[in-house]
Nanobody
């Protein structure tokens, strides 16, 4: 099982980025994909996830309205981030885990496979 994040970088306040999470080594539609982020000195926090089989999406308050999770017809999940703020600066991780009764988890213990992360830095 492998998850590879890409698309991070340095962007100014108000800018946009698209992160990608490319998966391999498992049946993609049997899993959910979650996006997490971890700022220096802080815990890893989940903020969006998608059930791959039906494309149902979930967001936490921090992501609603600015971030959009989606998937393509292959094995890649995207995170479109708009109106970025300095507090969005973090390492962003994607993770794969089983669906939980028709929903996906925004908590790290709901996921069994993790990528290595991609750095997003938003300058003020």
């Amino acid at each position: 099982v492998q998850l590879v994040e890409s698309g991070g970088g340095l962007v100014q306040t108000g800018g946009s980025l698209r992160l990608s999470c490319e998966a391999s080594g498992f049946t993609f539609d049997d899993y959910t994909i979650g996006w997490f982020r971890q700022a220096p000195g802080e815990e890893r926090v989940g903020f969006s996830c998608i059930i791959n089989s039906n494309r149902k999406t979930f967001y936490s308050g921090a992501a609603e309205g600015r971030f959009t999770i989606s998937r393509d017809n292959g094995n890649t999940v995207y995170l479109d981030m708009n109106n970025l703020k300095p507090e969005d600066t973090a390492v962003y991780y994607c993770a794969a885990g089983p669906p939980l009764g028709g929903v996906c988890s925004l908590y790290y213990f709901g996921y069994s496979h993790w990528g290595k992360g991609t750095q997003v830095t938003v300058s003020s």
